[in-house]
């Protein structure tokens, strides 16, 4: 989970889809389109400090079903911020609106 999304040697391939699957407890994982264009934002704005991990270290994301998935949106807001680009609780109730629908219910 903090392993670097680019220049770590990760890939979205069978051997990291069984390691999430594994870790969300779930029988198979794919990996969405907007992690995939995360990932080559981050290759070409050279931004390495992008982690896989930086939205499950709050606890408060347990609240949701697709974890990834909000991690995924959460992520591209801080990016698009002219705030530090570092996820924090905050983050979390500022975009609290565009991340309900994926709520536990």
């Given at each position: 989970?903090d ?7 990760f890939c979205?391939?069978k051997?990291?889809?069984q ?26 704005e ?20 697709q974890?990834l ?12 911020a ?6 924090c ?5 500022r ?8 709520k536990?219910?």
């Open positions: 989970m392993t670097k999304l680019i220049n770590s040697g979205f391939n051997v990291a889809r390691w999430f699957a594994d870790y969300f407890g779930v029988e198979k994982f794919s990996f969405s389109k907007k992690m995939a264009v995360i990932r080559r934002k981050a290759e070409v050279h931004d390495e400090q992008t982690t896989v991990r930086d939205s499950f270290k709050d606890p408060a994301t347990k609240q949701f079903n974890r998935k909000v991690a995924s949106l959460l992520w591209k807001k801080v990016h698009m002219s705030d530090d680009k570092v996820y609780h905050n983050t979390l109730r975009y609290s609106k565009e991340v309900r629908a994926y536990k219910s």
